[in-house]
């Protein structure tokens, strides 16, 4: 499919930053104290580029081969890219040169690598992370449970090329609204325990009302931008 035949991408991210401030609003929040991140998983860099020449800046990817791919072709955009999907403990050095911001460390080893990694190579830079939690549990989805994210954080705190700047999480996978909105809460709660105003990723096409309700500072949209993934 070409990009003139997927669905109209500057149309579609009008309508979420219309949905992101109704929702802020609704929660007594100003609107401009949330960002939108655009989950570009499998996207093509041509629909990509796109959205960054309508004006979006924050790029989120999954999958390390899929930033390293299209970096050349977005390099004509400037964009902030956060890695959003797990990483093996292998490609950290690959995706360190394509990365602002790493928002799914879930684990100290991990950090370990990345602080290791820059120390070595590139002693000048900080790179932001922060801790993804599994707040619902579900065995499916990374990050530390909500009882160890204290230990991970301390262990980062501990990294001086890594600079903690919130949390993350990916929510309940339910269309009970009150459950998602129970997990992104024990996330903002977390956070506010943890990592004082510190951003906190959480809400996606589906549910980013809910996780601007209880606090949501990024939310990472997909599908509701880019048309369902095949
Ligand atoms: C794909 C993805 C999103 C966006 O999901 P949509 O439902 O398509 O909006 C958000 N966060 C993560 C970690 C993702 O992998």
């Not at 035949?5 to 219309?18: L, N, S």
């Not at 309508?54 to 964009?79: C, F, M, W, Y």
Request: hydrophobic share 45%; with cysteine; net charge negative.
């Amino acid at each position: 499919m070409s990009a003139t035949e997927g669905p109209d991408v500057a149309a579609q991210i009008d309508v979420i930053h219309g949905r992101i401030a109704a929702a802020a609003t609704a929660a007594d929040r100003d609107p401009a104290s949330v960002t939108l991140l655009l989950a570009t998983k499998t996207m093509p860099a041509e629909v990509i580029l796109t959205a960054l020449r309508s004006g979006s800046t924050l790029i989120g990817e999954n999958r390390v081969q899929e930033i390293t791919e299209k970096a050349d072709a977005l390099a004509a955009v400037p964009h902030t890219t956060h890695l959003i999907g797990h990483l093996q403990r292998n490609k950290v050095g690959a995706v360190l040169p394509f990365i602002d911001c790493l928002q799914s460390l879930d684990s100290a080893d991990l950090a370990t690598r990345f602080e290791r990694r820059l120390a070595e190579h590139e002693p000048d830079r900080v790179l932001q992370v922060m801790v993804q939690v599994n707040v619902s549990g579900e065995a499916s989805k990374s990050g530390v449970a909500p009882e160890d994210a204290a230990e991970l954080i301390a262990a980062v705190r501990d990294c001086p090329h890594l600079r903690l700047t919130g949390l993350m999480t990916i929510g309940l996978n339910s269309p009970d609204e009150s459950a998602v909105r129970q997990g992104y809460a024990s996330l903002r709660q977390l956070r506010d325990e943890l990592v004082p105003g510190g951003e906190l990723s959480m809400g996606m096409s589906g549910d980013l009302e809910a996780a601007i309700a209880e606090g949501a500072t990024i939310v990472r949209v997909g599908s509701a931008v880019f048309g369902r993934r095949s």
